[in-house]
């Protein structure tokens, strides 16, 4: 099988510095703790941007699968249903890009 890699970037939604760190906070701590409870899924990581450059994106995704099989399970697990509704709700847009490892 064919490792994944799945990156998202993220725009948040919030004006003020202070609230948009909290959201990116509250959006790291949600997404990392799926990596040690849903099989298949080999690294998550989630990291803010440094913020010196305007027009960047504040925050990104970037998890490996053991196969494309591994990425939809993670991807329809109550558990990241239920995370990905909280990140909605802070997101202004996303944007996903899918590769196969090579």
């Known amino acids: 099988m064919t490792k994944i890699r799945h990156i998202v970037a993220f725009e948040l939604a919030a004006e003020g510095p202070e609230q948009k760190r909290r959201d990116a906070e509250a959006v790291k701590e949600r997404l990392e703790a799926l990596s040690s409870v849903i099989p ?27 196969s494309n099989e591994a990425l939809e399970a993670y991807q329809a697990d109550p558990r990241h249903v239920e995370a990905a509704r909280f990140v909605s709700s802070v997101v202004r847009q996303r944007a996903v890009v899918d590769h196969e490892m090579g």
Do not use: N
């Open 40 to 66: 298949g899924v080999q690294r998550l990581d989630v990291e803010f941007d440094l913020g010196k450059v305007p027009g960047h994106w504040d925050v990104v995704l970037v998890s490996e699968h053991d």
